[in-house]
């Protein structure tokens, strides 16, 4: 019954790989989010889409590309990932409170 | 920038105290609310205070909103070992689009 799922939880790869982040809510809610949180626990805001269109796109790297297939689903795809890209990423979604899902660790070599 | 500043940045205290945790915002919203989040876990709602609200309970949970002075705080009473965690502010401001801006958080440890 979980209602916003991340896949994978953990994730290592080298510099210049290419990686995704998959993220799926079985709330019925029309809005979702992909956020970062850096070793200092800084939670930021990247992008955010509702009802399958782009409504936030913060200052990210191009390299951040978000894709929603539907309403249900967000995913985050890195190009050419970098050491800083190393961080734990939360998808989220909502109606009115934010529902987060569990993190993504990246690790970046 | 951050939107929210918590204060204090880390609160250690007993059980059965209560916890006071702070936060200040710098322009207009819609609404404050506050998560939880335990250590490698996502967050997790707790309130939310609309801006025409001044005090809501939930729980041991007790939150104000001083839309003047922009600032906020989170009470938690009789305070359990179990709510051992960080806790975020985040704000919704006026632009729409449920944007939260998350303040950098308290880390609050209860000791048995």
């Known amino acids: ?109 | 920038s951050q939107q929210g500043e918590e204060d204090p940045q880390a609160l250690s205290i007993q059980e059965g105290e209560n916890a006071t945790m702070n936060c200040s915002y710098k322009t207009s919203i819609n609404n404050l609310q506050w998560y939880r989040q335990n250590s490698g876990r996502g967050l997790v709602h707790l309130i939310l205070i609309r801006s025409n609200e001044r005090e809501k309970h939930s729980g041991r949970l007790r939150v104000t909103l001083d839309t003047s002075k922009k600032s906020s705080s989170l009470l938690i009473t009789a305070s359990r070992a179990a709510d051992t965690a960080s806790y975020f502010c985040a704000t919704d401001g006026a632009g729409g689009y449920n944007k939260l801006i998350f303040g950098a958080g308290t880390r609050l440890a209860v000791h048995p």
Not at chain 1, 20 to 33: A, F, P, R, V
Not at chain 1, 84 to 105: H, I, K, L, N, W
């Open chain 1, 1 to 109: 019954d979980t209602a916003v799922s991340q896949t994978p939880k953990y994730l290592v790869t080298q510099m210049g790989n290419d990686k995704s982040i998959k993220c799926e809510q079985n709330l019925g809610h029309d809005t979702m989010y992909w956020y970062k949180q850096d070793s200092k626990k800084f939670l930021k805001i990247m992008f955010s889409y509702n009802n399958k269109e782009l409504i936030i796109n913060e200052t990210v790297p191009n390299r951040f590309s978000p894709k929603s297939p539907d309403k249900a689903h967000l995913n985050l795809h890195i190009n050419s990932l970098e050491l800083g890209d190393s961080a734990v990423y939360f998808c989220a979604s909502s109606q009115y409170e934010q529902y987060f899902g569990p993190g993504t660790r990246l690790t970046v070599t």
